[in-house]
Nanobody, 121 residues
Framework: QVQLVESGGGLVQPGGSLRLSCAAS????????MGWYRQAPGKQRELVAV???????NYANSVKGRFTISRDNAKNMVYLQMNSLKPEDTAIYYC???????????????WGQGTQVTVSS
């Protein structure tokens, strides 16, 4: 069992920046991928960015060029640097740890409690 705790959310003006952090209670090295998801009011949770254990990254089209995901395995931390924020980025941001299933062994996910990001003037 791994606990994920997000921090760094808050209120920021359009065009501003925030850096989200995700602290894991255990090693993140064994997970296939670490990711950030977000959920806006009345909308489904969506993938924002993901980074694999090998360091490959993938981003939602809406955040490409503005957001950067990174991980520090030694510190069991995952980060999301968010620049040029827009009002439509307003959502609760969740950290995710994913382990892919192998054969008959199912995969699993861990989620943090979320951190609110509000982009407004």
């Amino acid at each position: 069992q791994v606990q994920l705790v997000e921090s760094g959310g808050g209120l920021v003006q359009p065009g501003g920046s925030l850096r989200l952090s995700c602290a894991a209670s255990g090693s993140i090295f064994s997970f296939n991928a670490m990711g950030w998801y977000r959920q806006a009011p009345g909308k489904q949770r969506e993938l924002v960015a993901v980074i694999t254990s090998g360091g490959s990254t993938n981003y939602a089209n809406s955040v490409k060029g503005r957001f950067t995901i990174s991980r520090d395995n030694a510190k069991n931390m995952v980060y999301l640097q968010m620049n040029s924020l827009k009002p439509e980025d307003t959502a609760i941001y969740y950290c995710n740890a994913n382990k892919v299933g192998v054969g008959v062994i199912p995969g699993y996910d861990f989620w943090g409690q979320g951190t609110q990001v509000t982009v407004s003037s």
